[in-house]
């Protein structure tokens, strides 16, 4: 028999949750300052002992807030008991891969003929995308290649309990505001009659569906495109790529503009400009940067502000990304994934690859890139904290130390710029 143990706590006067959560709008509201909180006792089991003394701590801590964010006290109940946490998502949680991923591998296992293939079959049978297209301005093919990167177009959902995947995340602590949050997400969409528990399925990560929303993405921005009532990202594709369009407006998408297009530079270019200026095409063009395919901006591309990138170096291909290429990143903060998604919208419009091609890159281990960074540190171009992580202030120091030294400011970390830090700040 279990016991019924009383839990002291602040409920805030009208925090219930509605019956059923209209999509809130892209920033939360601000709601007026609450009246002074009464205390009042809710009853409420704890979760079943799981075995696992931190789990157990932090879902005992984690049911008053809970309670406070207006998940009922029946629902929280249900929802916990018996949970345990999942060994799979600590694994993965922590793993911390030996050797970086060239973006140019990367792309190459992206932008693959068989996704062209499904792609451009997809284009041509799915009705729906042309009023999905109407409605938010995002082309087509965009849709098609997010839906191609996160979820296989819809195959590879992930198949694991999100409730159980973002409470075990919750408990290791390392993300756990995040965490909480995104379990409290996902208990108000139970709670709200929605989806039930058996449908809340995903990613180890929480992120569910054809669209691989998280459960607060869910709430704020999946829509009912097909208008049976429910949002559906899992079953529904008119569903699922509707909540990506809607996300991608939300994020700034610009109808009509491109998200990249390839360029070329002139001889002796200066590539600390590269990640830099955003400045229109015919700006870029003043100091040599033409398309490279040789074709006119578009209107609407020559009135917009784009940033030049090398993501592979200054031997690589060129872009110039305009705004959508950043909305795109509102999805995935990663440079090569906006790269794939757009490549794979570009194929499945009949579009070439790159006009130049990838150069030949080398992995680089995570030793390697740590080193950099401390080397650079310690010739006093801040790399930031040394944890082999080449993010933007790494880049930057690199150019700026490139730059200092009369190379090409690309800010690309070769196996060459590597052994050339070790031997100038004598690390490694
Ligand atoms: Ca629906």
């Not at 909480?180 to 039930?196: M, R």
């Not at 998200?259 to 040599?288: H, K, Y």
């Not at 990143?329 to 794939?340: E, H, I, P, V």
């Amino acid at each position: 028999m279990r016991r019924r143990y009383l839990l002291a706590l602040y409920v805030l006067a009208g925090c219930a949750s509605p019956p059923r959560p209209a999509p809130p709008p892209a920033t939360p509201p601000v709601t007026a300052a609450p009246a002074p909180p009464a205390p009042v006792t809710v009853p409420v089991k704890p979760p079943t002992a799981s075995g696992d003394m931190i789990f157990d701590a932090w879902a005992a801590e984690f049911q008053g807030r809970a309670l406070a964010a207006g998940i009922r006290p029946d629902v929280l109940e249900r929802e916990m008991a018996g949970l345990t946490p999942d060994p799979r998502v600590a694994g993965l949680d922590s793993r911390q891969p030996e050797f970086s991923k060239p973006v140019s591998a990367y792309l190459q296992g992206v932008v693959t003929a068989d996704r062209a293939t499904i792609g451009q079959r997809r284009r041509a049978d799915m009705p729906e995308l042309a009023a999905i297209e109407e409605r938010y301005g995002v082309p087509r093919e965009i849709l098609l290649g997010v839906w191609a990167l996160e979820s296989g177009f819809g195959a590879i959902q992930g198949d694991m309990d999100v409730i159980r995947s973002v409470a075990t995340l919750a408990a290791q602590g390392r993300r756990r505001a995040w965490a909480e949050g995104e379990l409290i997400a996902a208990l108000k969409i139970i709670q709200s009659g929605e989806h039930p528990r058996s449908r809340l399925k995903g990613s180890w990560a929480g992120a569910m569906g054809q669209t691989q929303f998280i459960p607060t993405t869910f709430l704020s921005t999946a829509v009912d495109f097909d208008g049976d009532g429910r949002r559906d990202i899992w079953a529904s594709r008119a569903d699922a790529l509707g909540s990506a369009a809607n996300l991608l407006a939300k994020a700034g998408w610009v109808r009509g503009q491109s998200w990249a297009r390839e360029v070329v530079v002139p001889d002796g270019f200066d590539f600390s400009q590269t990640e830099g200026p955003q400045l229109t095409p015919a700006q870029w063009a003043a100091m040599g940067v033409k398309r490279a395919d040789g074709l006119p901006w578009s209107d609407a591309d020559a009135q917009a502000q784009a940033q030049l990138v090398a993501p592979a170096g200054a031997k690589g291909p060129l872009f110039l990304l305009f705004p959508n290429h950043f909305a795109i990143r509102k999805y995935n903060n990663s440079l090569a994934y906006a790269l794939g998604v757009g490549m794979l919208a570009d194929r499945f419009s009949g579009m070439g690859g790159v006009v130049r091609p990838w150069p030949q890159e080398q992995p680089l281990s995570l030793v390697d890139r740590m080193t950099a960074q401390r080397a650079l540190n310690a010739l006093g171009f801040n790399a930031g904290n040394p944890d082999g992580v080449v993010g933007m202030n790494t880049r930057t120091a690199l150019r700026a130390w490139q730059k200092a030294r009369n190379l090409t400011a690309d800010g690309y970390l070769s196996p060459e710029m590597v052994q050339r830090l070790k031997a100038e700040a004598g690390v490694g």
